[in-house]
Nanobody, 118 residues
Framework: QVQLVESGGGFVQAGGSLRLSCAASGSTSSTINYIGWYRQAPGKQRELVATISFIRGTTNYADSVKGRFTISRDNAKTTTYLQMNSLKPEDTAVYSC??????????WGQGTQVTVSS
């Protein structure tokens, strides 16, 4: 059973930084297609923040976070990180990670709250 656990959320002032972690258990890096970070703010639809391919190592970012956020991975631990710098109040949301397996299944973590004050 694949499980994802996010951590690292919290409260930070605008301009600050946070690093989120997404630890995947029950899966090895060789079975992962990609892992993505998504966020959902109150009253808004969930949106893609960033993805990283476990096959090619390529990354993809939403325009709103390019240059501020960095997604990375630790293959040995199947852990994915989201380094968030220069945070803005509009980054406030619940951040969740999603694992897309090579066989098509998708798994979600429970989410972690990020709150950025102005």
């Amino acid at each position: 059973q694949v499980q994802l656990v996010e951590s690292g959320g919290g409260f930070v002032q605008a301009g600050g930084s946070l690093r989120l972690s997404c630890a995947a258990s029950g899966s090895t890096s060789s079975t992962i297609n990609y892992i993505g970070w998504y966020r959902q703010a109150p009253g808004k639809q969930r949106e893609l923040v960033a993805t990283i391919s476990f096959i090619r190592g390529t990354t993809n970012y939403a325009d709103s976070v390019k240059g501020r956020f960095t997604i990375s991975r630790d293959n040995a631990k199947t852990t994915t990180y989201l380094q968030m710098n220069s945070l803005k109040p509009e980054d406030t949301a619940v951040y969740s990670c999603k694992l897309s397996a090579l066989w098509g299944a998708e798994y979600w973590g429970q989410g972690t709250q990020v709150t950025v004050s102005s």
